[in-house]
């Protein structure tokens, strides 16, 4: 497999985020709480991906390596705890933004720790998404902005904590099965949003049967998809450029929010998307020594 493939699988899971306000809004609209929905996204998602790694896979890992993953979920589900916190007192708008600072600490987390320090064009890409970002929120033109610490340090925290994940889906146990690597992850992540959020839901029946097709949907494109395809992918491109590829979440929840919800978006909006496009898109830009561009992954990345 080529490495841009690894790079498209890394933005295929970003987009799989993407997908899961829509499924979100729609859950609440139906009259389910933050807790059931979040509970009810984990695990569901985690059922399916055992499921799926019991299906198709047959190699066995050894305690050291389950533990391992099983801790790499915890930031998995402190992502969703802490960006759940912060809508409680933040715009939607602002709290992705916050959010989406996910972008530069993940260059950062690199450089610290597998001494890559940020090249001039991955520094003007994480430019570009930020930007874009805040364009795309439509933050600049709100009459109104509800901002307070709590839902900033929330926020911020949800950011590192995403950041986190990604770095360690492209360094812990590179060579396990993606399929149990996904499961294990999910397993970790459903244990931590328990913790925070006790699944009464699982003991009201007719809240559980009810929120059966808004959690396959939310563990399919949440808890299922994004481990594994970073999984895949990650180790490849390296958790710098993954946290730029990731980003296009946010295009995907403008596109949908209006296609599907028929939410109107601005003109701005639009243009924060294609901000937010071309700025993945430069951090894959090279040249020739004749000073032409063409796309491609460097091959430094691939570890």
């Known amino acids: 497999m080529k490495l841009w493939h690894y790079a498209l699988i890394v933005f295929l899971g970003g987009c799989c985020y993407g997908i899961l306000s829509t499924f979100v809004k729609l859950a609440y609209a139906a009259g389910y709480t933050v807790s059931a929905v979040t509970g009810g996204q984990y695990l569901f998602g985690a059922v399916l991906a055992w499921l799926a790694a019991l299906l198709t896979n047959k190699k066995r890992l050894t305690r050291k390596p389950i533990i391992k993953l099983l801790l790499s979920g915890i930031p998995f589900g402190l992502t969703g705890i802490f960006y759940y916190q912060a809508l409680q007192t933040l715009n939607a708008s602002l709290a992705i933004v916050f ?5 530069w600490i993940g260059a950062l987390l690199e450089w610290v720790f597998h001494k890559k320090k940020p090249t001039k064009s991955k520094l003007i890409s994480i430019g570009l998404l930020l930007a874009g ?13 509800a901002v307070s610490w709590q839902g900033s340090l929330w926020g911020m925290l949800a ?3 995403f950041s986190t994940f990604i ?11 993606p399929m149990l690597k ?22 009201d029946w007719d809240v559980f049967t009810g929120m059966i097709p808004y959690g396959l949907a939310l563990g399919i494109f949440g808890v299922v998809l994004p481990p594994l395809l970073f ?5 490849h491109v390296g958790s710098g450029l993954g946290t730029i590829l990731t980003s296009s979440e946010l295009p995907v929840v403008i596109i949908l929010s209006s296609l599907v919800l028929g939410e109107a978006i601005s003109f701005t909006q639009w243009i924060g998307v294609a901000t937010i496009l071309v700025g993945i898109a430069s951090s894959n830009i ?3 020594h004749l000073g032409k561009k063409w796309f491609k992954i460097p091959k430094t990345l691939h570890r």
């Open 99 to 103: 959010l989406f600072q996910f972008v």
């Open 133 to 145: 970002s805040v364009l795309a929120a439509d933050l600049l033109f709100q009459d109104q902005m």
């Open 159 to 161: 950011a590192f904590t």
């Open 167 to 177: 770095f360690l889906s492209s360094t812990v146990e590179r060579t396990a099965p």
């Open 182 to 203: 996904s499961a294990l992850i999910s397993t970790g992540g459903v244990m931590t949003v328990f913790i925070v959020f006790p699944p009464t839901f699982l003991v």
């Open 231 to 235: 999984a895949i992918g990650m180790p």
């Open 286 to 288: 090279r040249y020739d």
